[in-house]
């Protein structure tokens, strides 16, 4: 059996279509572990429509995304435990796709398959994935912090079912980081468990109307708990690799520098540039942000919705 776990905080538009995925499934043998993260609007009412009883609904106060996947991890009867955001969605193989991986590669802890975005107009895009080292349509993601590094992120929650031991042994998802929560999961269980990985596309990523860049962004990221977080990784004895995390986190605080300059937070942008560099020193775009932080902001902005 697997267990789908579904953090709900306020979709009540959305989560019928998501559930609905759930139970599309061709691999019907699971349970549905939905926390409910304090919902104030119909969300559970469109859940309790579903007459079955595969379905578990837990309350609790709003405390986050991250609790509400703890508390459904914990939950969870099964030791293979999928996660499933409740505005994306599945292609009816995904449970199939991963429980396959997982009887093929008895040695892996986490599973991963490929995704496509559909953003609100219902326009469908593919991710890109480069630098797989195995060439068939499944292997071992050996590699996983260089394919971050050049590709989208390979690893993404609504396309990852983990073993319950494997995820609760780094403690889950964290309880204090607001935004890159999943990012720092990932990376944990990255560097100690093997990752078992599909090319089939069989997740959607339901995109929201603030993506990309022709918008300005709405989460700016304050503090710098993710950042250092990573950057502690690098002290694991285990480390394999240890050149392709540098350039991660490199690669993060480009990510970061990026996001303060089209917000104008110039000061957070210099900061994130020079991190950058003592990770991509050779890295080009660094020096070409570093020029940008004497134009306004719109400008900026202007020039990077040229550049997309």
């Not at 953090?7 to 926390?35: C, G, M, R």
């Amino acid at each position: 059996m697997i267990s789908v776990v579904i953090p709900l905080y306020n979709k009540e538009k959305q989560i019928a279509h998501t559930l609905q995925s759930v139970f599309n499934q061709t691999f019907q043998d699971f349970e549905v572990v939905i926390v409910d993260d304090g919902s104030t609007d119909g969300s559970v009412a469109e859940v309790e429509k579903f007459e079955d009883q595969r379905i578990r609904v837990v309350r609790q106060q709003n405390v986050g995304v991250s609790a509400a996947r703890n508390r459904g991890i914990n939950e969870a009867k099964s030791d293979l435990i999928a996660f499933l955001d409740a505005d994306d969605e599945w292609k009816p193989e995904y449970l199939a796709t991963q429980y396959y991986l997982y009887q093929k590669y008895p040695d892996c802890n986490t599973y991963a398959c490929n995704y496509e975005f559909r953003n609100p107009e219902g326009v469908v895009t593919s991710t890109t994935i480069r630098k797989l080292t195995f060439t068939g349509k499944d292997g071992i993601l050996s590699n996983y912090f260089e394919v971050a590094c050049c590709s989208h992120p390979p690893l993404w929650t609504s396309a990852v079912m983990v073993k319950k031991r494997a995820i609760q042994a780094i403690g889950g998802f964290p309880l204090d980081v607001s935004h890159g929560e999943d990012l720092l999961t990932w990376a944990n269980l990255a560097i100690r468990n093997k990752i078992a990985y599909s090319r089939q596309v069989c997740s959607i990523y339901c995109l929201k109307s603030d993506y990309g860049v022709n918008s300005k962004p709405v989460n700016i990221p304050q503090g710098n708990l993710v950042g250092s977080r990573l950057e502690s990784l690098l002290q694991m004895p285990s480390l394999e690799r240890r050149n392709d995390l540098k350039k991660y986190i490199g690669r993060w605080y480009k990510i970061r520098s990026h996001i303060f300059l089209r917000g104008g937070e110039k000061k957070n942008a210099f900061i994130n540039i020079c991190r950058a560099m003592r990770f991509q020193p050779n890295e080009w775009q660094l020096y070409v942000f570093l020029i940008l932080l004497i134009f306004p902001v719109s400008f900026v902005n202007y020039l990077f919705r040229k550049l997309r």
